[in-house]
């Protein structure tokens, strides 16, 4: 996803789309991506589970594994 952009305001459709892209990138750019792990964004994806981006993640990228940033407690960047 790019730009801050925050899965859940998108369809699955969408969201495989700029997956695709980001995808279509890497590899033009010899960019490699060996992970088959991803961390949720904080606003997608800790609860409720926004079920597209873990499918959309599967399938274009081939993720096996992923965590959320801080959960259960997200603290604002002052009190890291």
Known sequence: MYRHEQ??????????????ANKQFA??????????????????????????LYTSWREVWGVKTTSTEEYPKLMPPWKR
């Not at 899965?7 to 695709?20: A, G, L, N, V």
């Not at 960019?31 to 079920?51: F, K, L, W």
């Open 7 to 20: 899965p859940h305001k998108f369809s699955q459709d969408s969201i495989e789309k700029s997956m695709r």
């Open 27 to 52: 590899e033009e750019n010899d960019i490699q991506v060996y992970s088959q792990y991803a961390v949720a964004p904080h606003h997608s994806g800790v609860y409720p589970v926004y079920d597209p």
